[in-house]
């Protein structure tokens, strides 16, 4: 089966991974973090505030993909805090009032200077 590299100016990008990548009526995306390209830099110190930029750089990610978050049938979430889980649910349930994806949360083992969370996602298109 062919793959398709997406990619999109509309979200933070690196040279080392596809921000996203389709296979027939998948896509795929990238562990995405809560940086805001307009400013290069996080869109803010909470959870709340990183969770909600990482949503909708994965949500930029998949409208290049020819997808949305209502194809999205499974989310990965890395919190580098465990403690951060309550306040990455409250602005998770704001994307995902009802019919949310299946989730897995775990612990991110690397460190990166102010991260909170990265997020990735499999949506499946018709």
Known sequence: MPREIITTSDAPSSPF???????????YVSGTVGIDVGTGTLAGDTIQEQTRQALANCEAILKAGGAGLEDVVEIGILLTRPEDF????????????????ARYVAKLGVELPGILVSIRATAVTA
Do not use: D, I, K, M
């Open 17 to 27: 991974y596809s921000q996203a990548v389709r296979a027939g009526t998948h896509v």
């Open 86 to 101: 309550a306040g990455l649910n409250e602005e998770y349930a704001r994307w995902f009032p009802s019919a949310a994806p």
